[in-house]
Structure formats: structure tokens, C-alpha cells
């Protein structure tokens, strides 16, 4: 007998789905309250684009004198260098900039297939604002560059509470 076919996904497009809110206090952030998650802010209808974002690990070679194939472990986990990229806007400093002030600490939440409590998931990474850049491209809309340095292992595939 074969084995089972995995799941089917349900397929989504990410522009009119996907959420990002940016809070500043999470008690733990590995289990955020819907009351913490509702004093944030929704960047969502602000971002141009998003970059990085996605956690890695590193393998560690464990050589044996008794075999000549190298086995490897897990090892050190980290990040991308991500960045957000906000329209700017030409009234000054109302947009992005005045809710992610360089060196501001807080948590960008994810929740990829959009707002939906308790089916859906939510990737909470714990962030520093680094910079924010402007971006002056010729032919395009005004944009800022958030970048951000993730302070701990993000909490990852958490259920969205109601």
C-alpha cells in the first residue's frame, strides 16, 4: 500500500490576506493575548514589500574515527536580514517612520493567511528597529526601509487567539 498523500493546501494570494501588525507589548510572546494583538498597529495597508524574515539553522559536522561518512546535527538557529519596505508619505513624518522609530523594540506579528482566530497561525518575531532608510528610486512610488534585528528564535505557527 502507498503511503497517504499529503494534505492539500488551501492556496491563497498573499496582497488582501496576509496581516502584519506591530505591537509593543507582548507579556509572552509565545502565547499573545487577542487584547495585546488589538493595541497594536496594522502596518498591512502600508507595506510595499517584505524581505527575509525566515529562520534557518545551521548544520554542525560530528566526524567518528570508526565511520568515513560525516553525520551532521542541528546547530546555532538564525535569521535572515529582513526589512519591510513602507510608502512614504510627502507630509513629512506620518507614515511608518512615526509608529518604528530607530531603536524601538516590539514584536512584528505574521499572520500569513490572514486574521483568522483559532484556525489560523502567526509567526511572532521579537525586533529591534535598526534603521529606517528612505528609499529614492526614480520611477517609483516614495518609500521608506524599515530594517530589523531579531532579539530572540521567533514563535512560530502559534494559533491565532479569539
Do not use: C
Amino acid at each position: 500500500m502507498p503511503p497517504p498523500v499529503v494534505p492539500a493546501s488551501v492556496r491563497y494570494f498573499r496582497p488582501g490576506t496576509t496581516k502584519v501588525y506591530w505591537v509593543v507589548t507582548i507579556t509572552t510572546y509565545t502565547a499573545p493575548t487577542r487584547t495585546q494583538i488589538n493595541a497594536g498597529v496594522d502596518l498591512s495597508p502600508e507595506i510595499a514589500e517584505i524581505g527575509g524574515f525566515s529562520v534557518t539553522s545551521d548544520s554542525v559536522d560530528t566526524p567518528d574515527l570508526a565511520n568515513r561518512f560525516v553525520s551532521k546535527v542541528s546547530g546555532r538557529i538564525t535569521a535572515e536580514d529582513s526589512t519591510i519596505n513602507f510608502y512614504a508619505s510627502n507630509t513629512g513624518f506620518t507614515d511608518a517612520r512615526s509608529v518604528l522609530p530607530r531603536d524601538t523594540t516590539g514584536f512584528l506579528i505574521f499572520m500569513d493567511g490572514g486574521d483568522v482566530t483559532t484556525t489560523g497561525r502567526m509567526d511572532v518575531w521579537p525586533v529591534t528597529v535598526a534603521s529606517h532608510g528612505k528609499l529614492r528610486g526614480m520611477e517609483d512610488p516614495a518609500m521608506t526601509q524599515a530594517s530589523f534585528t531579531p532579539t530572540r528564535v521567533p514563535a512560530e505557527d502559534i494559533v491565532i487567539p479569539a
